[in-house]
């Protein structure tokens, strides 16, 4: 069964850090680039950054670039956002999700096929 | 940046009826598109990929249609179950997403 479960969320002030973990199960977590999306309070859902299956490429949505860095650990079926310079609307609840594959011959991503529960990050001084 | 802009925002309709939401793309999308539902406090769940296929185990009462920028979700028969949020997202611009502002689908 395919798990996978964030942790590392909380109250931080604007200005401040925190690193969100996402521990994965159930898949060869290898094969597959990797994405989180957050959703804040009340609103939709936004896509902020992915992964490819060895790290070597990384991908952000404009908002969080040069703040938020995505990275992974393979050896530890984990993956990681570090954020920084936090700001009041970064807060949210930030999801870790798998992109499903289309067939064997080709390594993209296509969509988000398995999600977590979400930890929710809170800004605010 | 392409813009997917979902309408209605809410849908009101009862269990039994026929649900149709819509998701129109800024650009062309080819049929790069997908379809979530998401639950109050629940992680979304996706439904449809490449416009019309569904994914694993997803009611065959669920379909999607569509291409280019014009693209439909439609529930055949409600189910109490099925009234939540829907969300479309693209992958045209791979490895970058875009999501839908979401479409409410609420018991009358």
């Known amino acids: 069964e395919v798990q996978l479960v964030e942790s590392g969320g909380g109250l931080v002030q604007p200005g401040g850090s925190l690193r969100l973990s996402c521990a994965a199960s159930?898949?060869?977590?290898?094969?597959?680039?990797m994405s989180w999306v957050r959703q804040a309070p009340g609103k939709g859902l936004e896509w902020v950054a992915n992964?490819?299956?060895?790290?070597?490429?990384?991908y952000y949505v404009d908002s969080v670039k040069g703040r938020f860095t995505i990275s992974r650990d393979n050896a530890k079926n984990s993956l990681y956002l570090q954020m920084n310079s936090l700001r009041a609307e970064d807060t949210a609840v930030y999801y870790c999700?798998?992109?499903?594959?289309?067939?064997?011959?080709?390594?993209?991503?296509?969509?988000?096929?398995?999600w977590g529960q979400g930890t929710l990050v809170t800004v605010s001084s | 940046e392409i813009v997917l802009t979902q309408s209605p925002a809410t849908l009101s309709l009862s269990p039994g009826e026929r649900a149709t939401l819509s998701c129109r793309a800024s650009?062309?999308?080819?049929?790069?598109l997908a379809w979530y539902q998401q639950k109050p406090g629940q992680a979304p769940r996706l439904l449809i990929y490449?416009?019309?296929n569904r994914a694993t185990g997803i009611p065959a009462r669920f379909s999607g249609s569509g291409s280019g920028t014009d693209f439909t979700l439609t529930i055949s028969s409600l189910e109490p179950e099925d009234f939540a949020v829907y969300y479309c997202?693209?992958?045209?611009?791979?490895?970058?997403?875009?999501f839908g502002q979401g479409t409410k689908l609420e018991i009358k």
């Open positions: 999700a798998r992109e499903r594959i289309e067939n064997l011959y080709d390594s993209s991503g296509y969509y988000l096929d398995y």
């Open positions: 159930g898949f060869t977590f290898s094969s597959y680039w």
């Open positions: 992964i490819k299956q060895d790290g070597s490429e990384k």
């Open positions: 650009q062309s999308v080819s049929s790069y």
């Open positions: 490449d416009a019309s």
């Open positions: 997202q693209q992958r045209s611009n791979w490895p970058l997403y875009t």
